[in-house]
T-cell receptor, first 111, second 114 residues
Framework: DAGVTQSPTHLIKTRGQHVTLRCSPISGHKSVSWYQQVLGQGPQFIFQYYEKEERGRGNFPDRFSARQFPNYSSELNVNALLLGDSALYLC??????????FGNGTRLTVT | RKEVEQDPGPFNVPEGATVAFNCTYSNSASQSFFWYRQDCRKEPKLLMSVYSSGNEDGRFTAQLNRASQYISLLIRDSKLSDSATYLCVVTDNVSGGGADGLTFGKGTHLIIQP
């Protein structure tokens, strides 16, 4: 069975640009969460979506937004990119009360 | 602010030795606790959940002390393949997700030496 898949795997953007990251959850998982992991730190919670509705939001600026589609896939959008947005962006899915399963992540570099 | 504190290490341990990590958490309302393992440039993977009664999975033993708000992980008979970063994870949601998501520590870097 396919795990959580994310695209693209790597991305290079310049300051001020915007970026869209994509995530497909494990089949049957209705909850998708996004995390940002800066080098040397643990992942930081950005958003959680369940049944297409935002259920949780971490301490990130409004430049960060997300949505979930009817097929439960999700997009994370970041506008007006800053150098500090360079990180590994992790998507995780879960079913009911099961623990989170993470995708391989998208490594974003902002120059 | 909810925080999870871990000693970043690195812990350099000879193969076959026993190694233990602790982590402390600040939110006394925390409900669920986990250890995740993260290999270099890979995604975190669930190692084990941590229960109040303590739990064991092969060479790995996890303990939770709610009164002192700390969690421990013990690895016995360490293998070279145990080299990784171990992330302590806490949440105030039973399912491990929820409105505030998972709160991760910065991780403890373990290096098993032959």
């Amino acid at each position: 069975d396919a795990g959580v898949t994310q695209s693209p795997t790597h991305l290079i953007k310049t300051r001020g640009q915007h970026v869209t990251l994509r995530c497909s959850p494990i089949s049957g998982h209705k909850s998708v969460s996004w995390y940002q992991q800066v080098l040397g730190q643990g992942p930081q919670f950005i958003f959680q979506y369940y049944e297409k509705e935002e259920r949780g939001r971490g301490n990130f600026p409004d430049r960060f937004s997300a949505r979930q589609f009817p097929n439960y896939s999700s997009e994370l959008n970041v506008n007006a990119l800053l150098l500090g947005d360079s990180a590994l962006y992790l998507c995780a899915s879960s079913f009911a009360n099961s623990p989170l399963h993470f995708g391989n992540g998208t490594r974003l570099t902002v120059t | 602010r909810k925080e999870v504190e871990q000693d970043p290490g690195p812990f350099n341990v000879p193969e076959g030795a026993t190694v233990a990590f602790n982590c402390t958490y600040s939110n006394s309302a925390s409900q669920s606790f986990f250890w995740y393992r993260q290999d270099c440039r890979k995604e975190p993977k669930l190692l084990m959940s941590v229960y109040s009664s303590g739990n064991e999975d092969g060479r790995f033993t996890a303990q939770l002390n709610r009164a002192s708000q700390y969690i421990s992980l013990l690895i016995r008979d360490s293998k070279l393949s145990d080299s990784a970063t171990y992330l302590c994870v806490v949440t105030d949601n039973v399912s491990g997700g929820g409105a505030d998501g998972l709160t991760f520590g910065k991780g403890t870097h373990l290096i098993i030496q032959p």
